[in-house]
């Protein structure tokens, strides 16, 4: 129940492409899903995140999609370009609790 | 300059070994916390502290040990028990009063040999 299972695990894309990634939890306790960005190297930068009072959050090109009767969320990346090749991770977690659970990550890579 | 800040950047030591990690924050954040990453496996919690002289095991405590003596520096010592230590070790932070968000370091990688 505590799992978050993320897909798929490497993903390639065209420059201007669409990167979709996707994640499914089970626990219906979660209440905060946050999407975290990782370059080699480097520590995760919080990219974007949902609650789930709200279906869709777009922060530029970066959208999260929410669908709280699958139990599934995912980040689209539009006109992906090779400055966003990273691992991306997503997460989940309840309110007043410190634990993040995150899924295994995806390697984007984006070509010209 | 507000932020994280995790060194050494790498970090070698023979088995048998105890190793200190050093993470300090001046955001003036309540939380920290101490992650393992290994390659295809995500990131696992290894011990969390909300305030100054209190903190929880996470999900993977076994073999290390952790101090919060200050609230802006949140040690962890990767013990000789630590059956298999070579990971990239990633500390993070959280004001807890108004948000969910977790900030997070540059990492140390250590490597055992």
């Known amino acids: 129940q505590q799992q978050v299972k993320q897909s798929p695990q490497s993903l390639i894309v065209q420059k201007g492409g669409i990167s979709i990634i996707n994640c499914a939890y089970e626990n219906t306790a979660f209440d905060y899903f946050p999407w975290y960005q990782q370059f080699p190297g480097k520590g995760p930068a919080l990219l974007i995140a949902?609650?789930?009072?709200?279906s869709e959050k777009k922060e530029g090109r970066f959208t999260i999609s929410f669908n709280k009767s699958a139990k599934q969320f995912s980040l689209h990346i539009m006109d992906s370009q090779p400055g966003d090749s990273a691992t991306y991770f997503c997460?989940?977690?309840?309110?007043?609790?410190?634990?993040?659970?995150f899924g295994t990550g995806t390697r984007l890579q984006v070509f010209p | 300059d507000g932020g994280i800040t995790q060194s050494p950047k790498y970090l070698f030591r023979k088995e048998g070994q105890n190793v200190t990690l050093s993470c300090e924050q001046n955001?003036?954040?309540?939380?920290m916390y101490w992650y393992r990453q290994d390659p295809g496996q995500g990131l696992r919690l290894i011990y969390y502290s909300q305030i100054v002289n209190d903190f929880q095991k996470g999900d993977i405590a076994e073999g290390y040990s952790v101090s919060r003596e200050k609230k802006e520096s949140f040690p962890l010592t990767v013990t000789s028990a630590q059956k298999n230590p070579t990971a990239f070790y990633l500390c993070?932070?959280?004001?807890?009063?108004?948000?969910?968000?977790?900030?997070f370091g540059p990492g140390t990688r250590l490597t055992v040999t």
């Open positions: 955001l003036n954040h309540d939380a």
């Open positions: 949902i609650r789930p009072d709200v």
């Open positions: 993070a932070s959280r004001v807890t009063s108004v948000s969910y968000e977790q900030y």
């Open positions: 997460a989940a977690s309840k309110y007043n609790t410190d634990k993040l659970i």
